[in-house]
């Protein structure tokens, strides 16, 4: 079953439930999976998200905004807006992989400059293409710029 599929099928099951969070939260995630098919038809690119590791991407801008939300609630004093914005992140990142920590982030770094043969910071973008193919939506990019810099250099 493919993630659109499932995100379907679940939203279903949340409706029957009642559940009221996690129905709007599936909803919130077809909305924006429909809106970059039809964004990504208008500039030329047939179905941009027909495959998982698009939604993937797109799932990761989700909950990196979540992210910025409950940083600037918890700054205005709204923890109640702060906690509905983690429930959301949390329910998104149940289609998520799991995100790999430091150490685990650290080998894959290693094994990918030693597979793609980088010795210095100006293949710094054969080995971030090749992460990002390899472990798509398993580690934040931004992060690993800075391990793929600190290994190279």
Same mark, same amino acid.
């Given at each position: ?82 906690? %509905? !914005? ?6 998104? =990142?149940?289609? #998520?992989? @799991? ?5 685990? /982030? ?22 971030? %293409? !090749? ?6 939506? =398993?580690?934040? #990019?931004? @992060? ?5 810099? /600190?290994?190279?250099?």
């Amino acid at each position: 079953m493919s993630l659109r599929e499932q995100i379907t099928a679940d939203m279903k099951e949340a409706m029957k439930a009642g559940d009221k969070r996690r129905t709007a939260t599936l909803r919130l995630m077809n909305a924006a999976i429909k809106d970059k098919d039809i964004n990504s038809r208008s500039d030329g690119h047939d179905s941009a998200l027909t495959n998982d590791a698009g939604i993937m991407e797109l799932f990761i801008k989700m909950v990196k905004q979540r992210q910025d939300s409950i940083t600037a609630f918890d700054a205005g004093g709204r923890p109640e807006l702060a906690q %509905a !914005e983690r429930e959301e992140m949390a329910i998104i =990142q149940h289609y #998520m992989p @799991k995100q790999m920590n430091d150490d685990e /982030a650290k080998a894959a770094v290693a094994s990918v400059i030693a597979a793609v043969g980088a010795t210095s910071v100006k293949d710094m973008g054969k080995v971030m %293409a !090749e992460l990002k193919a390899k472990y798509a939506g =398993q580690m934040d #990019m931004a @992060k690993v710029g800075g391990i793929v810099k /600190a290994l190279l250099g």
